[in-house]
């Protein structure tokens, strides 16, 4: 049995798999190299975007803010965990993104072609070739057919460096998404740094450039989390949400919060 044929039962079995990209599509691993992050090169000018959830009950406090730099979005995510350290208040999650996967795409690939009047629909056909990547693995893993369209959902990059984290959750069985996927981009990781997915509170996950994490949200409610960064450069990851067209704008009332 080859390691994608294990990595396919085990999510049939457990409801989670994980493996490396190369093992089943070695020209999906090469259309990533660009993206693979060390701590001379990486794609931390990106991320503009801070999410954090802390507190509860009525002092609960949900942000998913857009700054003009990554230096600024940093400024506020210290403000908060100086809060957080003073008021001793209970986290969920503190983490970076940027939620454009276009924007990412036309940077690394067409930068030079900025001002070209067909610049939206060459990002628009870069961004097909990235999406077809990933809905031939979800074909393969779920055993859907080749005539079944789907919709990215949420297409984002994640950054998580010292002391961002996402506490201990599951997503539940009722949002009408098949699954969450992340592929991580850093060229190395040490794994005493933090920032690993824990998988149904057992299997970690190291976030090494290729390695993908899948979790089943149809019929499985699997707890996962990412342990607090404590040193290192930070974790880099792609994350998209997958649903089947017909139910691309089913959604409910938590999803709608994300």
């Given amino acids: 049995m080859t390691n994608i044929e294990k990595a396919k039962e085990k999510l049939q079995k457990d409801g989670y798999t994980h493996f490396n990209i190369k093992d089943f ?12 992050c060390s701590e001379e090169k990486n794609l931390k000018n990106f991320m503009h975007n801070l999410r954090a959830d802390y507190g509860n009950g009525k002092s609960k ?3 998913q803010d857009k700054f003009e730099s990554f230096e600024k979005a940093s400024e506020k995510k210290k403000e908060i965990l100086n809060f957080i ?12 993104f940027h939620d454009s996967i276009r924007d990412i795409l036309g ?4 930068s030079e072609l ?5 610049w939206y629909e060459i990002i628009e056909n870069e961004y097909l070739v990235y999406k ?3 809905y031939n693995i979800v074909r393969y893993l779920f055993d859907f057919d080749n005539n079944q369209k789907f ?10 460096d010292t002391d961002c984290e996402l506490g201990n959750h599951s997503d539940g069985t009722t949002t009408a998404r098949i699954c969450a996927l992340l592929i991580y981009l850093n060229e190395t990781y040490d794994e005493t740094d ?4 824990i998988l149904n509170n057992k299997e970690k996950v190291i976030p090494t450039f290729g390695n993908i994490a899948i979790i089943d949200l149809q019929s499985f409610d699997i707890p996962h989390q990412v342990t607090k960064v404590t040193n290192g450069i930070g974790r880099y990851a792609f994350l998209s949400f997958v649903k089947t067209k017909e139910n691309e704008f089913i959604m409910n009332t938590e999803e709608l919060k994300k």
């Fill in 114 to 118: 900025r001002t070209n009047r067909d």
């Fill in 85 to 96: 350290k003073t008021n001793k208040a209970p986290v969920q999650q503190v983490w970076f």
């Fill in 194 to 197: 933090g920032g690993l997915l």
């Fill in 132 to 134: 077809n990547f990933i």
């Fill in 107 to 110: 940077e690394m690939f067409y």
């Fill in 151 to 160: 919709v990215l959902f949420s297409p984002t990059l994640t950054y998580y």
């Fill in 25 to 36: 599509d070695e020209n999906f691993y090469n259309y990533l190299l660009p993206f693979k």
């Fill in 61 to 63: 406090v949900n942000i």
